[in-house]
């Protein structure tokens, strides 16, 4: 749904339908209904690229493929999913992309909320692990290092002994100081090295 990369983040999504929706569309079957074409079931989300050559290519791209993919893409969610109603396909892929937050600036809104309550919830570390897997997933610069200390971050704050998290968060911003003054020294030598 979103393009990721470094210094990249936008929408490069549309909603296509499996089933099409006029006469001689991709995959159009006339026994359809209104409702059967316009719900959610009937709807994957591609990138740009793809939704054209899918249309384009009705052998190719079966509908069976085309539910597959909705499929592995959706995961548990399917079962939720599948019962809306989509009128207006457009305008409902732009409510998920403005409610779909750069993970970096989700990760720093967890953040905030964890300093200014000292607590983390259940809600917060599933957020928490979503921004990780986010992250991990994607080529947005974040290396796998980084993922798995965040991740082993989520598994001390979703601990039920906030005394235990705290004092292991307490090692870390001991330990985090250390980890940046290496890693500006690795830069500097590699400038030099590239001068």
């Known amino acids: 749904m979103l393009e990721v990369r470094p210094g990249v983040y936008r929408k490069n999504s549309q909603i296509a339908h499996i089933y099409?929706?006029?006469?001689?569309?991709?995959r159009y079957r006339g026994e359809l209904s209104e409702d059967q074409r316009d719900s959610f079931e009937n709807l994957i989300i591609l990138c740009l690229a793809h939704h054209e050559e899918v249309d384009g290519?009705?052998?190719?791209?079966?509908p069976e493929k085309l539910h597959e993919w909705k499929l592995a893409h959706e995961g548990d969610q399917?079962?939720?999913?599948?019962?809306?109603?989509v009128?207006?396909?457009e305008a409902a892929l732009a409510a998920l992309a403005k409610i779909a937050e750069p993970p970096l600036n989700r990760l720093e809104a967890i953040t905030k909320r964890l300093e200014e309550t000292g607590t983390a919830s259940a809600d917060t570390v599933n957020e928490l692990k979503q921004v990780i897997a986010s992250i991990s997933d994607s080529s947005a610069g974040i290396d796998a290092q980084t993922a798995r200390s965040l991740a082993h971050a989520a598994e001390v704050l979703g601990t039920r002994d906030f005394v235990l998290s705290a004092r292991q968060l307490?090692?870390?911003?001991q330990t985090l100081p250390g980890i940046s003054r290496q890693l500006a020294e690795t830069a500097e030598m590699m400038m030099r090295g590239n001068r």
């Not at 099409?20 to 991709?26: I, Q, S």
């Not at 399917?78 to 109603?85: E, P």
């Open 57 to 62: 290519d009705e052998d190719r791209y079966p």
């Open 87 to 89: 009128n207006n396909p």
């Open 78 to 85: 399917n079962r939720v999913l599948k019962s809306l109603q």
């Open 20 to 26: 099409g929706v006029r006469p001689k569309a991709a």
């Open 170 to 173: 307490g090692e870390a911003a």
